[in-house]
């Protein structure tokens, strides 16, 4: 890996991430929301239903009718924040210095504590049902 090949990815990565935010931000209650497979084909709500709608009011501040919707909304919704903010480091890092490439493993590392404690509770939850 270069580090013009992890200034793509880490743009790439932080495009998705604003993406999926805009998603819940402005989607989110609409006709235009993505309809839940499992729920629709069970009637039972899986361990990640209210996800997009808990991002939704975490996004317009509302935490606690976040929780209520799915605990676990605080949660993931923290590790894309954080993602975020730190692709957009490691951006502003390339276009400064040119060099980006040093932080890899401090990147790999932070980013797979963070997922292992984000998403646990909902690996958790999944292998329950």
Known sequence: ???KSYFL???IW????TGLML???FFAYSSH???CVYKTATGLDCAACGLTRGFY???HGDLQTAY???PLSLWLFLFFAVQLIIRLCLVCTYWIKKDALKFVRLDIAISVLLFAICF??????????
């Open 57 to 59: 009011h975490i996004l």
């Open 120 to 129: 646990y509770p909902l690996a958790i939850q999944l292998f329950k049902q």
């Open 23 to 25: 998603y819940a931000g």
């Open 68 to 70: 209520l919707l799915n």
């Open 33 to 35: 929301a993505v309809q």
């Open 9 to 11: 990815f880490n743009c």
């Open 14 to 17: 932080a495009g998705i991430i």
């Open 1 to 3: 890996m270069n580090n």
